[in-house]
């Protein structure tokens, strides 16, 4: 499996970005993971998603304003994040595992990781 995630940038605060993450190589085994790390502070899980789509986890600042999708018949996952603001400023990771959905939080539980996007939100 390999993963490559795109789409990040400068956007100001309120505004809205949409990442996308390259999935090569997937299989039903997988979920799907967004995380992020801001300079100093720790990977901070962003969302994840079941194979089907029909299991979705968000971690609490980002709930209510990003949304998850994921696309498997193109092998691509998504991540649209709307109402931004400074503090969304992170490099952005998408991430596959094999453990099943309820590992999704866990960054040590993920089995794959693309390369990061970074975004940058101004105030």
């Known amino acids: 499996v390999q993963l490559q995630a795109s789409g990040g940038g400068l956007v100001q605060a309120g505004g809205s970005l949409r990442l996308s993450c390259t999935a090569s190589?997937?299989?039903?085994?997988?979920?799907m993971g967004w995380f992020r790390q801001a300079p100093g502070k720790e990977r901070e899980f962003v969302a994840g998603?079941?194979?089907?789509?029909?299991?979705?986890y968000y971690g609490n600042s980002t709930k209510g304003r990003f949304t998850m999708s994921r696309d498997n018949a193109k092998n691509m996952v998504y991540l649209q994040m709307n109402r931004l603001t400074p503090e969304d400023t992170a490099l952005y990771f998408c991430a596959a595992l094999r453990s099943g959905i309820h590992w999704v939080r866990d960054p040590n539980k993920c089995d794959v990781w693309g390369r990061g996007t970074l975004v940058t939100v101004s105030s």
């Open positions: 998603m079941s194979w089907s789509g029909g299991v979705q």
């Open positions: 190589g997937l299989s039903r085994n997988y979920v």
